[in-house]
């Protein structure tokens, strides 16, 4: 398999380009339109066919690269199911699977963030988490249809039963952390586990920490929503 | 082989963990001193013991976190021949190797950048390049005794003839690229290929390209420089 982590510094997102090198078929996750040129060439210089761009989430802080991605190779976008973005060439459900040559690629739901938002388990050793389960932290729950329960179900049943050894590929890191695993967010991450015990914390506990954030709104969310809704087609968003 | 890529926004430097959890051994590849904090939790919550903190170079555009590393830890500074900085416990040669746990970290003289300029060779299929070989790019020649020749030859001798496959981790990269292998740079990076035919420039196009750059002094060499000559004790050098 060939793997690339790539960074967009503005935002702080992670996209990730895997790939089959024998069959030469390839696939985006969370691709960001300022990035296009860039991904594209990468794309172009491995040798690769991009067969898809999924998105994990309808994303509230960049416009993705899906719709001029799409327009430029041909490839289909791929959301998450009840995912607001009639634009999509396919809605993937929890547990169902795409291949990239001879990589499997498993949509694991893990819902919170938004109500419409899907991991990816990649190649049985890997998840991208886009903004559910981040490196020692978790995404925001109170805008955009967030809900806090829903992330705690959905990290504690359906990514820490993953095996321990898992690697955690996140949708942002804002500390320089690339890459973490499942083991070490069951015993690290301090919005899941009491760091004193080391023990999970309770649902409601969550909940209550999630709901004491105040956090600010993203800069680019009145922008990003609606747009990312229509693929990134930003022209036929705005 | 528990190996970790760490990013400082910053100053767009990759900082590299380097451990075998089995013997709990772990060493920091060019490590930036703004960082240490979050190098030294992450270290701890793996539960390992940082032996070795190296230096690719005495660098221009970060102070190291080697210093303080060894001041908080204990571990040993390890810096190549001939760099000015006598503050380092070993100073280690070309071909020379260190061992954390049962991996094997091997000096790869890369001069060119700097007259004291290493790359690491990590457990044989990875290379941590520093400021020699980019990701379709390469370190500047022009100041702090650079040698554009000298970087063609360490370039092409030292690492363009390792495997295709070996992985290349650069000490920084500007457009969130993460890692490339040494098949890639071969045929794709500009400063080294001339893109049109795929073949590699010659010694002399080379040397004219790199005298061409023009570049801006890095904003911080003033101050780097002579930190890092006393391995980033800040106080002690300015």
Redesign the interface.
Same mark, same amino acid.
């Given at each position: 398999m060939l793997f @690339?982590? =790539?960074?967009?510094?503005e935002t702080?997102t992670y996209t990730y380009l895997v790939a089959d090198p024998n069959a030469r078929e390839a696939a985006l996750v969370d691709p960001v339109l300022e990035?296009v040129e @860039?991904d594209l060439k =990468?794309i172009r !210089? =491995?040798g690769l066919t991009l067969k898809y761009c999924l998105e994990t989430h309808v994303h509230a802080d960049h416009i993705t690269g899906t719709g001029k991605l799409r327009e430029l190779t041909g490839c289909q976008g791929v959301v998450p199911v009840q995912a607001k973005a009639q634009c999509a060439d396919h809605f993937i459900g929890h547990g169902e699977t795409l291949q990239v040559g001879s990589i499997t690629i498993e949509a694991i739901a893990t819902l919170g963030h938004t109500d419409s938002h899907m991991s990816y388990r990649v190649h049985g050793d890997r998840v991208l988490t886009g903004d559910s389960l981040l490196i020692r932290g978790c995404g925001r729950t109170d805008f955009q249809s967030g809900d806090p329960g829903l992330m705690y179900d959905h990290v504690t049943q359906h990514l820490f039963t993953l095996p321990d050894e898992t690697l955690v590929y996140p949708g942002h890191d804002y $500390?320089?952390?690339?890459?973490s695993t499942i083991g !070490?967010e069951k $015993?690290?991450n301090p919005r899941f586990v009491d760091l004193q015990t080391g023990k999970l914390r309770s649902r409601e506990s969550f909940i209550a920490l999630m709901n004491s954030l105040n956090l600010p709104q993203p800069k680019k969310i009145q922008e990003a929503v609606p747009a990312n809704e229509q693929c990134g087609q930003v022209a036929a968003a705005v």
């Open positions: @690339r982590q =790539l960074f967009d510094a702080s990035q @860039r =990468l !210089e =491995l $500390r320089g952390h690339t890459v !070490e $015993r690290w």
